[in-house]
């Protein structure tokens, strides 16, 4: 990956892969362990709380799958590896029910990718699965083979563990493969079945390009899943959820919308073009956008409006407020039905600490208004255009707090005039 993060902590749709693969196993399995590499503190603290084991020496994948062994327990085991994170709980719940078959002593999942490239080539006989052959070692005709190995594979504690055990490194890397035991079942007289999923699921991710390919694939399924839901997406390709993002039936989301981690959104609300939102929630019906920002902390109440240009962070709108042009929100709390004019600003940072803005039910706030907080404006209030407010406006006040105008006579003509003087000559 060429990064100083570990491969299982690059993240997709905001979540590390890990996660994902720990969220979907633990839908299907009753215990996990997550082995790790030493000096792995991230990724020990994202398989909180599931046991973390330590490989302290890297001799291959069947010695890390016996790291685990002591939480084996007595039913079945599967090895899963975090670089393939997006395989789903029904496909896990398919290799464990082939498992169980009365036949089956062993499984794993496979895939049939359109470009099978380097992968390991599963060799089947009928049904069953004779033995898996590295790219680099096989024939031309089983390089022909479009059915290839997956990696994962589930057998019963008791044969995983011997079998573990019995693994040898006399390879080329002197390293110990997870994969010899698909041979020693075959030895043993065992039936190995192959459970196919799509190469979506299954891909391995080892490079920055594959990365973005497993995000397109994982943004599709999130957005079909989104439609099936009742979610309309006028233009699904230009719209990025996160992993964890909740869209509600008849959300309308247009396009270029880019959702981060934590987000809600209730039922009939719009998302117009170009916005961006991570960590809030948004009410019902409620209206965000176009090339609007919503920061983490955000709640907007029902049927509020959150317009272009303008940004919200730690806010709280009330229900049926409006802040339709060119406004920052942060560090705030918005009455309902309150109207925040075009240019205001919440001034909520001293350059050392955060202060908030409290703005009541009903207020109107006029254009460019700068609140300098904390201040409080009480309910029904009226903030003049222009104004700076320092001070607190109680409930039912007009408050200016501008500069008195002067107007001096011919001034503007004579200065116009002027400077047109000064450009001819240049």
């Avoid at 215990?31 to 030493?38: D, H, M």
């Avoid at 390879?171 to 065992?190: H, I, P, Q, R, W």
């Avoid at 501008?402 to 107007?407: A, P």
């Amino acid at each position: 990956m060429k990064s100083s993060r570990p491969k299982a902590m690059q993240r997709l749709a905001g979540r590390p892969m890990l996660a994902h693969l720990i969220a979907n196993a633990a839908e299907i399995f009753d215990r996990l362990v997550v082995v790790v590499g030493p000096e792995m503190a991230d990724v020990a603290e994202l398989a909180a709380p599931y046991p973390v084991v330590i490989q302290h020496d890297r001799l291959g994948t069947a010695h890390a799958a016996l790291q685990a062994e002591a939480y084996f327990g007595d039913g079945d085991v599967a090895v899963l590896y975090a670089d393939n994170p997006l395989i789903s709980a029904e496909t896990l719940n398919n290799l464990l029910t082939e498992r169980r078959q009365p036949d089956v002593g062993l499984a794993l999942l496979a895939m049939r990718p359109a470009e099978p490239g380097r992968y390991g080539r599963v060799v089947t006989s009928g049904a069953n699965v004779q033995r898996i052959v590295e790219w680099a070692d096989a024939t031309p005709d089983e390089r022909a083979i479009d059915l290839c190995n997956a990696g994962v594979l589930c057998a019963d504690a008791a044969t995983f563990r011997r079998w573990l055990q019995a693994v040898k490194n006399d390879n080329s890397k002197g390293e110990f493969y997870l994969t010899d035991v698909v041979d020693m079942a075959v030895a043993e007289g065992l039936t190995v079945r192959a459970v196919e999923a799509a190469e979506d699921e299954l891909r391995g991710i080892n490079s920055r390009v594959e990365l973005a390919q497993a995000e397109a694939a994982l943004q599709q399924r999130l957005r079909t899943q989104a439609m099936l839901n009742g979610v309309t997406l006028v233009a699904p390709e230009t719209v990025f959820l996160c992993a964890d993002t909740v869209l509600e039936a008849d959300v309308l989301i247009e396009p270029n919308v880019v959702f981060g981690p934590g987000v809600t959104v209730q039922s009939g609300a719009e998302i117009r073009a170009f916005s961006h939102l991570e960590n809030c929630t948004v009410g019902e019906a409620a209206i965000i956008g176009p090339y609007a920002r919503l920061r983490p902390g955000s709640a907007i109440g029902a049927k509020a409006h959150i317009g272009n240009f303008v940004e919200v962070k730690n806010t709280t709108v009330g229900e049926g407020a409006k802040a339709n042009h060119l406004t920052y929100l942060g560090d705030a709390t918005i009455g309902a039905r309150t109207n925040v004019g075009a240019g205001t600003i919440t001034c909520n940072y001293d350059g050392y600490f955060k202060h908030h803005t409290a703005i009541g039910d009903n207020v109107f706030v006029g254009s460019n208004a700068i609140l300098v907080a904390p201040v409080s404006i009480g309910t029904n209030a009226m903030i003049a255009a222009g104004s700076t407010v320092t001070k607190d406006v109680p409930a039912d006040a007009l408050a200016f707090g501008r500069s008195r105008q002067v107007n001096k006579p011919e001034l503007g003509r004579h200065f116009k005039e002027t400077l047109k003087a000064r450009k001819d000559k240049s």
